[in-house]
């Protein structure tokens, strides 16, 4: 899941002139005839190179590396020059991440981590999720009336899982890596960047202040993020020396020297003194898992992303399924005749996301039915394209007949076709804001992920259920999306997102945005988007959708909040030997590169 800390408190003034070139102005019009159950084909996609867009991608022929932060994206990119491949780029990003945007990028946290192999064809989810302490159990954040202690899942001790990003980075590179470089040589820049320093600027200036109370709540946080009574302002210096020893200890020793000795007891400790229940036998157990993406089709394109405990994928192909019997393109980006039928298409996945998705080694989700075409065909038919129905009226389905989730996220290409598309996260921003004394390393509240109760809603409105709950070991369900699409049988797009709820609908926009509507790399990413999770029943909107289209929508039914952005879908396309990267103008610092 993605936290807040990965969303702008309102919109820089970046984003709202490429919104103010993307707004469709002009009177309102009548609606093309839409009707359900045919498959139109894709149009053609954008040209990756086009001079006449308002909007342009990076180009570069040997590596793209895109992400939210510029030195974490400069850092991948001098991996590639030096002969790596996208997944040591990854790998390297990664650990820089968790110095130049600790809001988000971790080692105290977990993820997802999609991998392609250009040679072998072969494509893999690496699931680095943290899980729940051994000690975990269904009820731990019930109060004494049995309702959810939201305090209990997202603030205190009690929140933290059992963090897989080092393991998780580390397993990835043994496993796909080169062979050219070392994990030691991938964790050097990284810590060379925490022991010498980084400018407080962009991103990191702007989260500071709004993480001051949190941060300033524990003394080890303190140490590094304040200065005098005040977080560090913008112009100064973040040095995190612990945090430097940290990926020192990790670049001699391997990751085992994360989870055992002295900088997991120093974990431990931090946890449980904050009232939580982690040990270090249960950072000695965690292990990262190899799992097979979730596989789909849209308008002819391959679609391979996040299989559970990430209902990202499964939820991703489901509402592509809904929405390719309808001609989008006819209707027209950004009208008001698609952006409806889209929200009527997140409905009833967001609907069957608190039903049937848990962590897979818990409980059975009923993946191949939920991403079926018939299932899909069921789902298409309660949609009226007039009339938004009420949350109250969407219900979840039944796709067992058809049986046979502060985050950050980045893109990384090489020039051979390998490619990583890995979304992390530490829950909130900066997590529970604790930093464990002496490590440097902060942690995670990503327990608020499980479901406290039947029924009740997480800190981002997303309602659980049971096959989501609580246990010893689990991992819990998640929004991530790091996704590939491919065109005949080559890889084609890159994607991913932060926004807690909003990931899956961010990542399905851009899709929509490049296949449907034509839009090159840049423009697909900047789009305003939408947003509709089922409950609470509001279509979110992003600034820069315009009046006539609003109006449409209300008129529909729709009851429309404006509010501020979500995400950084920093992405990379590949085609005719170029690539385009484009990171997300919604957050300041972001950067896509090539070598």
Do not use: C
């Amino acid at each position: 899941m993605a936290g807040p800390g990965a969303r702008s408190s309102g919109m820089t003034l970046r984003l709202r002139l490429v919104l103010a070139l993307l707004v469709l102005t002009g009177p309102a019009r009548a609606q093309p005839d839409v009707t359900p159950g045919s498959l139109p084909a894709a149009p053609e996609p954008p040209p990756i190179q086009s001079d006449s867009a308002r909007l342009l991608p990076v180009l570069a022929t040997h590596g793209m590396v895109s992400s939210q932060e510029a030195l974490a994206t400069r850092v991948g990119v001098a991996v590639l020059k030096k002969g790596g491949n996208a997944i040591d780029a990854a790998v390297a990003v990664g650990f820089a991440l968790a110095v130049t945007l600790p809001r988000a990028g971790n080692l105290g946290g977990g993820g997802f981590m999609m991998v392609h192999r250009a040679a072998s064809k072969e494509t893999v989810a690496v699931d680095y999720r943290e899980t729940a302490p051994g000690a975990a159990t269904a009820d731990m954040f019930l109060d004494a009336k049995g309702e959810p202690d939201k305090a209990a899942s997202t603030r205190g001790g009690k929140a933290v899982g059992v963090p897989g990003t080092v393991r998780g980075l580390a397993e990835a590179h043994r496993r796909y890596g080169s062979g050219k470089l070392t994990l030691a040589e991938l964790i050097a820049p990284a810590e060379k960047l925490a022991r010498e320093g980084i400018p407080v600027e962009s991103g990191l200036a702007d989260s500071l202040p709004r993480a001051s109370g949190l941060l300033g709540a524990w003394p080890s946080s303190r140490k590094i993020f304040y200065q005098g009574d005040h977080v560090l302002p913008r112009g100064a210096t973040l040095i995190q020396t612990d945090l430097a020893d940290t990926l020192r200890t990790i670049a001699e020793r391997g990751p085992d020297a994360f989870y055992e000795g002295a900088i997991a007891q120093k974990i431990a400790d931090a946890v449980q003194g904050a009232g939580g229940i982690m040990t270090a036998a249960d950072l000695a157990a965690y292990r990262p898992e190899i799992r097979q993406p979730v596989r789909g089709t849209y308008r002819g394109y391959e679609i391979v992303s996040m299989p559970p405990p990430s209902s990202g994928g499964v939820h991703l192909i489901e509402i592509l399924n809904v929405l390719e019997g309808y001609d989008l393109a006819k209707l027209g980006a950004g009208s008001a005749g698609a952006l409806h039928l889209m929200a009527e298409a997140m409905k009833p996945a967001y609907a069957d996301r608190a039903t049937w998705l848990g962590d897979p080694s818990r409980t059975k989700v009923p993946v191949a039915g939920l991403t079926s075409k018939p299932y899909a065909a069921t789902l298409r038919q309660s949609i009226d394209p007039e009339r938004a129905r009420p949350a109250a009226e969407v219900k979840a389905g039944d796709p067992l007949p058809y049986e046979s989730d502060q985050t950050t996220h980045f893109s990384v290409v090489d020039a051979e076709g390998n490619a990583v598309s890995n979304t992390y996260t530490l829950n909130f921003s900066y997590g529970i804001g604790l930093v464990a004394e002496g490590t440097g390393v902060l942690l995670n509240n990503e327990m608020d992920d499980f479901s406290a109760k039947t029924g009740a809603r997480n800190a981002y409105g997303l309602v659980g259920g049971e096959a989501n709950a609580v246990a010893p070991g689990a991992r819990p369900l998640s929004s991530m999306t790091p996704t590939f699409v491919f065109r005949d049988g080559k890889l084609y797009l890159v994607t991913g997102s932060p926004g807690g709820s909003r990931i899956i609908t961010t990542v399905l926009q851009v899709i929509v945005n490049v296949l449907d509507f034509r839009l090159n790399l840049a423009e697909a990413v900047a789009a305003p988007r939408i947003h509709h999770q089922w409950q609470p029943d509001m279509l979110m909107v992003e600034e820069g959708v315009s009046p006539d289209t609003l109006a449409l929508l209300r008129a529909k039914g729709h009851p429309v909040k404006v509010g501020a952005s979500s995400g950084s879908a920093n992405s990379v396309m590949a085609e005719d030997g170029l690539l385009a990267g484009a990171s997300d103008p919604r957050q300041r610092g972001t950067l896509a590169e090539g070598p």
